[in-house]
């Protein structure tokens, strides 16, 4: 035994028992463990624990459906106070699965529906009593056959001639063979007996392990027998009450929750409701529930039923038979038949090896949650962001430190037992405290509609599961949202409803870059840059009290902001607020201006000399920089001016080459000797002019990439 408050019986970890038919005899039903302790988790499952006095003689049970048999076998452990509990073991009728119930009572494999032949057909073999009409026969199950044309059951006699109103008056009868299943019965007097189906009243199996074979078929097969309850019988002895505990499926508990806010200060009463369910069979009384804000990993697994390995079939060298050759034919026939060799296993059926014993589980995998990123870049392109070189302000300081969990669940505890019917529900108060919650009204932009919103800090011990929240405010009910799982000392806002006496327009936007740095970064150029933006709001309170403005800034973290009350920050958005006071009957302009420090990249091949220009007239930018900057603008210069001179030349080839085309033609067509001396003329000169015109223009090229390339080496020279 463990030195702790509660010992655990490490003897139950190989003592565990199951009845297997004839391994532990039957025993009387037992009273179950009074129920004290329930504990749910967020993954769907639930710990009971049961505590009662136990003893060898008068054992105690523990009440489980079927279904959740596996799980308590699993998780099942022992407590005990006085560290003298002794645990034999746990004892329980085994669990058959549908394909094993199937298979010892003699029912065809599979899934199908039993019918009353299949079933029938099952005692084939076993001694039975058939009941008909008139007799009652004790014997042996010889065969259920078919109806066949081969053997004719008695003549059923059928009226024939129209207007006949009974058989014998006036019309003619024939008989026609009766068709339908027969049994064939070997009685105890040793007689063999057929029996029509229709005539058989009832068959009942006289061997008492037969019947209890079909009796279990029946109970595993029944839709409703993964609900029905199993007892685990307790075999132990202690001189004082013995917890018992295990892991069952339970529905997930969920929180729910209100929250009522005051206009004077900036705190609100929170209370949290958990709703709880009892999907079990028996009542809870006075049982203790604790709820626990976690999950656990748990999974399904299948223990309770037998399971049977399967073994290599080894035969013999020679093909051997069950059944003699000679027993229902001779040698002659089988010549002259000629079916085949009959050697072998004769009636041996083998059958595929399947893999699983009977069944099969499904596990349920517990991801961790993770949490949501977002971009902190601004612009409409993915060139721009946040700069890395130049610091000017973390606006993300403003939010206060986040909350750290000491341990991965939290726990909520009951402060009182409750009593909860079987297969009913119940709305349960697990928290109700003051916390900070600051009312505001938010608008995520200019011109949007502003949103009744809180500011709400979880200054609790407890991380608060996620769920719906209700808020009430003046008097009544102000609007309703959902709160995402809140840890200690974190802090959301929720909007609930909308304020429309609230109205925030944007006037006078006026922003401005001033370029700091560039960089050369894998033929990119890369601007670290200061954006001044300056706006003015105008915000206008038409309501008879006074408001506080929330205004979300798309702005970076890497920025400064003044103009405004205060200034808070979202760490889910990962975006500031710039926060207003807003006086009742109101209307004023407030001017909020703005500095981030921002970069952006441009690739090399689209630069332009007016580009680098405008960085090169940026004043604060270093004066080594300047210079390679205005370099590489004076080699794009020649570039550029040298590009402005190719359209020309080819135009004017393109030109020259369809002048050649046509004098070709004149001279294929003309037949005097002086015309054609004239052609060939002007064919040599225009070909020497197309020859001329194409090594300038490719010597143009080659200018216009050695200058390109000499601004990229200028360019170079920003490398850090």
């Known amino acids: 035994m463990l030195s702790t408050p509660r010992y655990f019986s490490a003897i139950l970890a190989t003592a565990l028992l199951a009845t297997s038919g004839h391994a532990v005899a039957q025993t009387a039903p037992k009273p179950p463990l009074p129920l004290k ?30 279904s959740h048999l596996d799980d308590a076998l699993k998780t099942l452990v022992v407590l005990g106070t006085d560290g003298k509990t002794s645990v ?18 003699g029912l065809p494999e599979g899934s199908g529906p039993v019918t009353h032949a299949s079933l029938l057909r099952s005692l084939k073999g076993s001694g039975i009593e058939l009941r008909t009409a008139r007799e009652t026969v004790k014997g042996k199950l010889v065969d259920v056959l078919d109806p066949s044309d081969d053997e004719p059951g008695p003549c059923v006699p059928v009226a024939e001639g129209e207007g006949a109103k009974k058989q014998g008056e006036g019309a003619s009868a024939r008989c026609v063979p009766r068709k339908e299943t027969t049994l064939l019965v070997l009685t105890t007097e040793a007689e063999i007996r057929k029996f029509f189906l229709s005539d058989v009243v009832g068959v009942k ?32 002895e202690s001189t004082s009450d013995v917890t018992l505990g295990y892991v069952a499926e339970a529905p997930v508990w969920r929180s729910t929750y209100r929250m009522v806010l005051s206009n004077k200060e900036q705190r609100g009463i929170l209370q949290g409701w958990a709703l709880v369910h009892n999907d079990t069979d028996e009542e809870w009384n006075r049982v203790k529930i604790e709820l626990v804000n976690g999950r656990p990993d748990s999974f399904l697994y299948p223990l309770a039923a ?131 919650a600051r009312r505001i009204v938010w608008f995520e932009g200019a011109g949007y509609v502003g949103r009744s919103a809180a500011r709400i800090k979880n200054d609790t011990k407890q ?45 006078n936007m006026l922003v401005t870059d001033e370029v700091q740095l560039v960089e050369y970064q894998g033929d990119q150029l890369v601007e670290h840059f200061i954006r001044h933006t300056r706006v003015d709001y105008t915000i206008e309170n038409r309501s008879g009290g006074a408001r506080t403005v929330f205004l ?61 220009r405008a960085m090169v007239d ?23 001016a040298r590009e402005s001179l190719l359209p020309k030349r080819r135009a004017d080839l393109d030109e020259l080459v369809q002048d050649l085309g046509r004098l070709r033609g004149y001279l294929a067509a003309t037949r005097s000797k002086e015309d054609g001396e004239k052609f060939t003329k002007q064919i040599l000169e225009k070909e020497a002019r197309v020859k001329e015109l194409r090594t300038r ?16 080496t200028a360019l170079q020279k920003l490398r850090k």
């Open 205 to 236: 199996p006289t061997d008492p392990s037969q019947a209890a074979r079909l009796g279990a078929s029946a109970s595993v097969a029944s839709p409703q027998g993964a609900s029905a309850r199993r007892d685990l019988r307790v075999l132990a």
């Open 306 to 436: 037998p399971r049977y390995t399967r073994r290599e079939l080894l035969t013999p060298s020679e093909p051997l038979s069950t059944i003699p050759q000679l027993v229902l034919q001779t040698a002659d026939a089988m010549w002259s038949e000629m079916i085949g060799d009959t050697f072998g296993p004769g009636g041996l059926g083998f059958s595929g090896l399947g893999a699983g014993g009977g069944g099969h589980g499904e596990g349920i995998g517990i991801g961790r949650v993770g949490t949501i990123g977002h971009g902190s870049g601004t612009g409409s392109g993915s060139d721009q962001g946040s700069s890395t070189v130049l610091s000017v302000g973390d606006l993300a300081k403003i939010a206060e430190a986040e909350g750290m969990e000491a341990g991965a669940l939290f726990r909520y505890s009951m402060p009182a037992p409750i009593d909860l019917r079987a297969h009913g529900s119940a709305l349960l108060p697990f928290l109700q405290q003051s916390i900070s």
């Open 88 to 105: 034999a073991g746990i004892e329980f009728a085994s669990s058959i699965s549908v394909e094993n119930g199937r298979a010892l009572a």
């Open 618 to 640: 940026a004043p604060k930018l270093p004066a080594a920089q300047r210079a390679a900057l205005e370099e590489a603008a004076n080699h794009l210069t020649d570039a550029q």
């Open 697 to 712: 223009i490719a010597g143009l090229g080659t200018e216009v990439e050695g200058y390109r390339s000499r601004a990229r």
């Open 552 to 612: 979300n800034l798309d702005l970076v973290r890497n920025a400064t902001v003044n103009g405004a009350d205060e200034l808070d920050f979202d760490v889910v958005s990962n975006k500031p607020f710039a926060v207003f006071a807003s006086e009742p009957r109101s209307k004023k302009v407030r001017r909020v201006e703005a500095d981030e420090g921002l970069s952006r990249r441009t690739d090399i091949t689209t630069l332009t000399p007016q580009s680098l």
């Open 463 to 507: 991380t608060l599961p996620a769920g719906p929240i209700s808020f009430f405010a003046d008097g009544g009910f102000a609007g309703e949202a959902q709160i995402d799982r809140l840890k200690p000392s974190e802090t959301r806002f929720i909007a609930f409803g909308s304020d429309i006496d609230v109205e925030l327009t944007q006037d």
């Open 37 to 66: 302790t329930v504990r749910l988790y967020e993954s769907g499952v639930g710990y009971f624990e049961r505590s009662g006095r136990v003893s060898r003689d008068a054992g105690l049970a523990l009440p489980v459906p079927v």
